[in-house]
């Protein structure tokens, strides 16, 4: 059994009004592990994160690291213990890089020399070239900004990571690349790190135990990322499991399967002659780009169309524009942006389920 | 030009004096505007407090100012120190305002992290809300510089030297040239003045310039991941 860094014991948060923000909150954090908080938001994942470093004080309730009450330090103390990494990378613009990464060593009495030098050595750690410790923050990319943030986090050598949504705010390929890098990182440190995310997949790929929060800061599961996907504990952790993963997978499915229909556009000039049967049509100007829809004996009024489908993207932006069009049929577009044709929810559905079932074959 | 010339002596000597009495009143103006913004940063009330009474003090006449002042604080109606003290108030009145702009203009998160980080509230108000205030407090000192330097002129109708004298002088000997030199000069100063705080501002703040001249561009970006592999291998 891992040894225990942090334990919650009976920890409630209550915010003027009596809400609760985290209710009643047991559990014991790993040391040397990575814990992932995730739940959506309200569920007081956050403010369970900043109760370890007295950011948010607790209503009620113990909170200990290492076998210590965390009030038995002072605060500003107990806070350069634990490194902290946030969604904004928080870094100070007016400073360089260098000199952000060596905030806690300078404000724990570190001499300049000293900490500038540790602080080169982090850059390579998270993966940077030394030639960027001389830069500002706002000369990096998000990224980059963010890899400072876990350097500046990891410089005072602390037993304990806080990091709170640290790779909400980059695009996906980047946080694909932070998470790896992370994992890698963990290995050779074995820090003891709190992760909160809304993402389901990053706490999955990130957690050695995932604390999955419900709404009005409940813990409704606690355990390793396996046993939540197999098993989960009750309908919310299984409706919040299965709800965003299948619908994220998507993103990762070709759309080869999905049949384009050819599809019946009208001009914008041409509208209001001979609809009155009734069914939907498409609007296009001149180029064949898509306007809109036009109802049934809508005369010559237009709605404003759904997304739009562009030929081999992924099924899920194949879904959401079936989903989205007033018409029920999305609307594919080619790489100029003319109507290429139509795809319809349901054969789009056939085929999200014959990728599933394939998948499953293949498992 | 020739009438310039001829006494520049003076017109210099005065342009000293009206400089001295514009740029004390600054630099004492933002250390009482700083505190007392910091103060009101603490409840929506008293920034309200703050506020409204920083803007009645600005709207009393400069004039009544300079003559009532030496019965508040006993002395004598010549004494420059009049000047100095209402040209004060007017400069807290311009700068309280901006000091709290300036303070509201550091980014929140970055104030989060700071906290996160260990920092102590005095630490964390000299090293991050007074450098990043920086570039709004300078456009509020901007505005106080210009606004002092043409109110000191109407003191010069109490008889303290400055370049206003050369207004009051040229009236009373009805000689426009020397109107229109107190006029120039005191345009200059205000020029000048402002060209000191602008080289100043870019001093104090380099980052601000660095952000400007180099955005962040995906080639940046690429030669980050590229690093990250020479790191990963």
Not at chain 1, 201 to 208: I, N, R, W
Not at chain 2, 155 to 179: C, H, K, P, W, Y
Request: proline share 5%; aromatic share 4%; with cysteine.
């Amino acid at each position: 059994m891992a040894e225990a860094m942090i334990e919650f014991q009976s920890v409630t948060k209550k915010y003027q009004g009596g809400q609760a923000a985290v209710d009643d909150l047991s559990m014991s954090i790993d040391k040397g592990a990575i814990t992932v908080f995730v739940g959506p938001s309200g569920c007081g994942k956050t403010t369970s994160l900043r109760m370890i470093n007295r950011m948010v004080e607790p209503t009620s309730g113990t909170l200990t690291v290492d076998g210590r009450d965390v009030t038995s330090v002072p605060a500003p103390q107990l806070r350069r213990s634990m490194g902290y990494v946030m969604q904004s990378s928080g870094l100070m613009p007016h400073r360089t890089v260098l000199d952000n990464i060596a905030t806690v060593p300078r404000l724990n009495g570190v001499s300049k020399a000293e900490s500038r030098k540790r602080a080169e050595e982090l850059l390579d750690v998270v993966g940077l070239a030394s030639t960027l410790g001389k830069r500002y923050p706002s000369q990096l990319s998000g990224g980059q900004q963010q890899r400072v943030g876990v350097a500046r986090a990891l410089a005072a050598d602390p037993p304990v990571l806080l990091m709170d949504e640290p790779f909400s705010a980059v695009d996906p390929l980047v946080r694909d690349e932070l998470q790896k890098e992370l994992l890698r990182l963990q290995r050779d440190l074995a820090k003891t790190i709190v992760f909160v995310t809304h993402d389901i997949d990053e706490a999955t790929v990130l957690g050695d135990k995932v604390a999955v929060f419900a709404t009005g800061g409940k813990l409704a599961q606690y355990a390793a990322p396996e046993e939540i996907l197999r098993a989960p504990a009750n309908e919310f952790v299984a409706a919040f499991v299965g709800r965003d993963r299948g619908f994220r997978h998507l993103a990762f499915s070709p759309s080869d399967g999905v049949r384009i229909h050819a599809a019946q556009t009208v001009r914008l000039h041409e509208l209001g002659t001979g609809n009155g049967a009734g069914d939907w049509q498409l609007v296009v100007d001149d180029e064949g780009r898509p306007l809109g829809w036009s109802g049934p004996g809508a005369g010559t009024a237009t709605v404003p169309g759904g997304s739009l489908f562009r030929k081999g993207e992924t099924l899920r932006r194949a879904l959401d524009a079936a989903l989205s069009s007033p018409s029920g049929l999305g609307v594919a577009v080619d790489d100029d942006g003319r109507v290429a044709g139509i795809l319809k929810a349901d054969e789009v559905l056939a085929v999200i389920d014959a990728d599933r079932r394939a998948r499953q074959g293949r498992l | 030009m020739e009438w310039f010339l001829a006494n520049s002596g003076t017109v210099f000597t005065l342009a000293g004096q009206h400089l001295v009495l514009a740029v004390i009143p600054m630099v004492l103006g933002l250390l009482v505007a700083i505190p007392l913004a910091q103060l009101a940063r603490r409840s929506s009330t008293l920034r309200a407090v703050v506020l409204t009474a920083s803007s009645l003090l600005y709207t009393i006449p400069s004039l009544a100012l300079f003559i009532i002042l030496p019965t508040v604080i006993g002395t004598r109606i010549l004494d420059p120190l009049n000047v100095i003290v209402a040209l004060t108030i007017y400069a807290v009145a311009l700068l309280v305002r901006a000091a709290l702009d300036a303070f509201d203009s550091v980014d929140d998160d970055l104030q989060q992290a700071a906290v996160a980080m260990g920092f102590r509230p005095l630490a964390r108000f000299l090293q991050i809300d007074l450098p990043l205030s920086l570039p709004v407090m300078f456009a509020g000192l901007r505005v106080v510089s210009v606004s002092n330097i043409s109110l000191v002129s109407v003191a010069a109708l109490l008889g303290i030297g400055n370049l206003g004298m050369l207004f009051t002088s040229g009236l009373q000997r009805d000689f426009v040239t020397e109107v229109m030199v107190g006029i120039i000069a005191i345009l200059i100063l205000a020029l000048v003045m402002d060209a000191i705080l602008v080289v100043l501002e870019r001093l104090l703040t380099p980052w601000a310039r660095a952000a400007g001249a180099t955005p962040a561009g995906p080639e940046r970006a690429t030669r980050g991941s590229a690093a990250t592999v020479e790191a990963g291998a």
